[in-house]
């Protein structure tokens, strides 16, 4: 088990997360004094978790793993044509 201030998981905590992926479990001390443990997910709180609510309809299934990388490189903006919301917030600034 690795231990980190609170300091250090702050400061990296894309590389604990990582090592938590691996399968490492961190404990999280504040001022000398254990306030956390991340753990990898297990069973026990994930994949029969999901299979429940996948049954009941509330969440659809992954297609896959997600590619991070890929989905934050893709730039984000406004859709040709904007409805809901955004698209009266638009027509009241062009005062339609």
């Keep these: 088990m690795k231990v980190a201030s609170v300091t250090d998981l702050k ?3 894309s590389a604990y997360l990582k090592e938590v992926v691996s399968g490492e479990t961190v404990l999280v001390m504040d001022r000398k004094k254990p306030v956390a443990v991340f753990q990898p997910i297990t069973s026990e709180y994930g994949d029969e978790r999901l299979a429940g609510l ?7 299934a992954p297609a896959g793993r997600l590619d991070l990388e890929a989905f934050f490189a893709e730039p984000r903006g406004l859709t040709p044509n904007p409805s809901g919301l955004t ?9 339609r």
Excluded at 54 to 60: D, L, P, Q
Excluded at 87 to 95: C, P, Y
Aim: hydrophobic share 40%.
């Design 11 to 13: 400061n990296g905590l």
């Design 54 to 60: 996948v049954a009941s309809g509330i969440v659809s």
């Design 87 to 95: 698209g009266a917030l638009l027509e009241e600034r062009e005062g």
